[in-house]
DNA sequence: AAAATAATTTAGACAAGCCTAAAAATATAA
DNA sequence: TTATATTTTTAGGCTTGTCTAAATTATTTT
């Protein structure tokens, strides 16, 4: 199935959304992830039903078809390779890489991007700390641990980031904190849900936005 | 200048066509050059004078505009050095990498291709041998030798390609002729014009449609 | 339960890039 | 130098993906 950019960056926001909300996802979400009008959405949602790549009821929201799903993933797969790639072998910045790979993960082959594979010597992760579906579709997904819910007085490893957003990442850049880092909550306000933690480079305080943002594994 | 994949395949053949024909391109060469109708054509010639990128007055052909050419060079650029990443370092073979660099070559983006030379370490050749241009859109052209018009008795190294199509590279890497391979002429037959070559495997004989298309330096 | 509000869909329109068919201009041949 | 053939342009139409405005359906509020 061939499919347009425009069409394969419909199923890849659906299939984002899938995760973040609803299990049946609505026009005016898809509108913003897409950023497009809702009349729009639903042309297009008609047009994705039509070929059976999403499961349709008017009125009722959207959600993808197992066809639909396997396409969306391809293109989430291809989205994090490309990404290790700038990061790894181009040297950009981890807030650098999304725009790009917005494109580059809609370069139509059958063996480029299992090549690019072996190049990056099969990275699990991307940049973000986002896992990478195999060749077979197949993702593990986050345990959701979030750095929020650390008790006080244990200390965590970042794994990833939930919001991978230009600012988010920037915000993180001046904390310097980074994937890999260990991090330990030394106390926690109840009054904002505010957290001391201990960082490599010192003590800093963390607010609750931030930190329910931040994937952590405990030690 | 924000220009869509369509209008940059137009510079770009506009530009090759400029240097393998006329200095007027006519509107029927470009139309088979991007695979449309020459209708097509005029309305999108018509749309490129609009923006001055290229020069135009009815019937007369087309001609790119210093910016025309600027951007057409930058394409070049962009497609030679992702052939070049694409034979170094995911291994495709010289005739496999044309069509992906024709997508990849219209990736948006101001300091990718820079990254992606220096990760080359500065290639000056594509993996047919066409010079790569320079940041600044120099370029330094084939000296054109023909493998045809080398002397019986010479030997010289193949450096290039004239027609680097798909069915050409097929046929050259059944010949086992490669860039940077010696060749000696042994003989030459006058009722053809195809010679006797000495290869790296063996002496073979060359018909004068091929010799043509093969770039030589003399040694 | 009815009214008000919000979300969604439909209707009609537009730009980009393509097509076919017909008209106009140019090139070639008689 | 006409007549014929070829090339190029124009005219009108199609598809994709978008928009605004209006109609419809669903959700909230009263
Ligand atoms: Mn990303
Ligand atoms: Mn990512
Ligand atoms: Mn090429
Ligand atoms: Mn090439």
Known sequence: MMLSQTEENYLKAIYSLTYTNSNNVSTTLISEAVKTKASSVTDMIQKLAEKDLVHYKKYQGVSLTEIGQKIAVEIVRKHRLWEVFLLNKLHYNWDEVHELAEQ????????????????????????????????????????????????????????????????????????????????????????????????????????????KNIFVKNL
């Open 104 to 211: 580059l993960e809609h370069i139509k082959s059958e063996t480029l991007i299992d090549k690019l594979e072996i190049f990056l010597e099969f990275p699990t992760h991307d940049p973000h700390g986002d896992p990478v579906p195999d060749k077979e579709g197949n993702i593990k997904h986050h345990n959701d641990t979030m750095l929020s819910s650390v008790e006080t007085g244990k200390s965590c490893v970042v794994i990833g980031i939930k919001d991978s957003s230009d600012p988010f990442l920037k915000f993180l850049d001046k904390l310097q904190i980074q994937l890999g880092n260990t991090l330990k909550v030394i106390s926690k306000e109840p009054f904002d849900n505010s957290m001391l933690v201990e960082t490599t480079i010192g003590s800093i305080s963390i607010s609750n936005q931030i930190s």
